[in-house]
């Protein structure tokens, strides 16, 4: 996609870490902006942040995982401007511990948003863009979780690789349409934003009343959370990289460059039928 100005964007997720400096990112190119956020205060602080900031945005609550709220989204985005050109699929929750201890409540919630809400995004925003016969561009927000699997994550593992899959599916669908609209999956490692408390939005009914989180559930939730805030690339940064993958329609946004040779090994094991090594052990 090559022009940016006055074209429309929604991001869910938006109304913090990355989906909010990606909302930000496409306001200075001259965008006008749908930031989509199941918490509603975090919403509001934002939406009113980058207007003062000089933004054309409008924020709308929606819970990702829901069918309904992901439909009202796109319509309250045709309704305010008109149309929708770049979609990103971003907001993501990261329940941990060894799998076996991960609970259905768990699996529920974080399938739900990280993976539902993905599938909502683009069942319901890729007819919007085919139909307009205008460029556009879909953006998933994977992780490179998606391409390895680091242990204590199962759930949002699999989550993430879902992601992986269906986006690279996606972009061979689109290919054979020979449509102007195109995709990429965003994977990046640690950028320090609010992912280690995700916790904070977990609706009630998927929160399991009075189980203690184990020892190594507690252990892990420590070691991401110091990962996550000593983070060397911003959600800025990010924010950038999506931008320009979007202009030059790179596929794989892929961050953080010292992450590759953990790729690698993971690829090097299944062809050569190895044990898989611990994507975290390699130095
Ligand atoms: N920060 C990292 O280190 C990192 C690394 C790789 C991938 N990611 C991915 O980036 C994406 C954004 O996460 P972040 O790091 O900015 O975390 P964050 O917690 O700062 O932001 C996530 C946003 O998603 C919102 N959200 C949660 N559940 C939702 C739902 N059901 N519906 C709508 N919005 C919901 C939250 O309220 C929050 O504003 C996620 O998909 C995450 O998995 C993050």
Not at 21 to 29: I, L
Not at 55 to 61: L, N
Not at 213 to 233: C, D, F, N, W, Y
Request: proline residues 4%; contains cysteine; hydrophobic residues 45%.
């Amino acid at each position: 996609m090559k022009n940016f100005r006055d074209r429309v964007a929604v991001v869910t997720g938006g109304a913090g870490g990355l989906g909010r400096a990606m909302a930000e990112r496409f306001a200075r190119e001259g965008m006008r902006v749908v930031i989509a956020d199941v918490d509603a205060a975090a919403l509001a602080r934002t939406e009113a942040e980058l207007r003062a900031g000089g933004a054309d945005v409008a924020g709308v609550r929606c819970d990702v995982a829901k069918a309904a709220d992901v439909e009202a989204l796109a319509q309250a985005a045709l309704a305010r401007y008109g149309a929708v050109h770049v979609a990103v699929n971003n907001a993501g929750v990261s329940p941990v511990g060894p799998v076996w201890e991960n609970t259905v409540r768990d699996w529920e919630w974080a399938l739900g948003v990280n993976l539902w809400g993905v599938i909502h995004g683009v069942r319901v925003f890729t007819p919007i863009l085919l139909a307009q016969g205008d460029e556009g561009h879909i953006v998933n927000t994977a992780s490179v979780a998606g391409l390895i699997n680091p242990p204590g994550m199962g759930v949002y593992n699999a989550s993430k690789h879902a992601v992986v899959s269906l986006t690279e599916t996606l972009h061979h669908d689109l290919a054979r349409r020979g449509a102007r609209v195109k995709c990429s999956v965003l994977c990046p490692a640690y950028v320090p934003t609010g992912i280690h408390d995700s916790e904070r939005t977990r609706p009630k009914a998927l929160v399991d009343e009075g189980r203690a989180p184990s020892a190594e559930q507690v252990a892990t939730a420590a070691m991401v959370r110091k990962a996550v805030l000593s983070g060397r690339i911003s959600a800025a940064q990010v924010a950038e990289a999506v931008l320009a993958a979007i202009r030059d329609e790179r596929f794989y946004i892929l961050t953080h460059e010292r992450i590759k040779p953990a790729i690698a090994a993971r690829m090097e094991d299944i062809l050569s039928g190895a044990t898989p090594r611990d994507p975290l052990a390699l130095g």
